[in-house]
């Protein structure tokens, strides 16, 4: 299993960012998959999961900002991020949940 994270950088207050978490060796459309992220210095959080059933559940730090997304034809996950701020700074994972499955990261800068 390997799952790869992209589209990570650095974006002004207030801007948008769109990650992908593409997966091989598994399918995310029968796998709760989910996103983490681990800012320095704080412990590794749970931001975003989407359930096998296709329901998007969210962190209450984050709801109404970011959107989890999933597509079947390039087996990916994704995370649209808006209205980002400088707390949003953090390494980004893609994970399958119940699992030992994470991806590698990717960075998030939120900075003017």
């Known amino acids: 299993v390997q799952l790869v994270e992209s589209g990570g950088g650095l974006v002004q207050p207030g801007g948008s960012l769109r990650l992908s978490c593409a997966a091989s060796?598994?399918?995310?459309?029968?796998?709760?998959m989910a996103w983490y992220r681990q800012a320095p210095g704080k412990e590794r959080e749970l931001i975003a999961y989407?359930?096998?059933?296709?329901?998007?559940n969210y962190a209450d730090s984050v709801k109404g900002r970011l959107a989890i997304s999933r597509d079947h034809s390039k087996n990916s996950v994704f995370l649209q991020m808006n209205t980002l701020k400088p707390e949003d700074t953090a390494v980004y994972y893609c994970?399958?949940?119940?699992?030992?499955?994470w991806g590698q990261g990717t960075q998030v800068t939120v900075s003017a």
């Open positions: 989407i359930t096998d059933e296709g329901k998007p």
């Open positions: 060796g598994i399918f995310v459309f029968i796998k709760t």
């Open positions: 994970h399958v949940m119940d699992t030992n499955y």
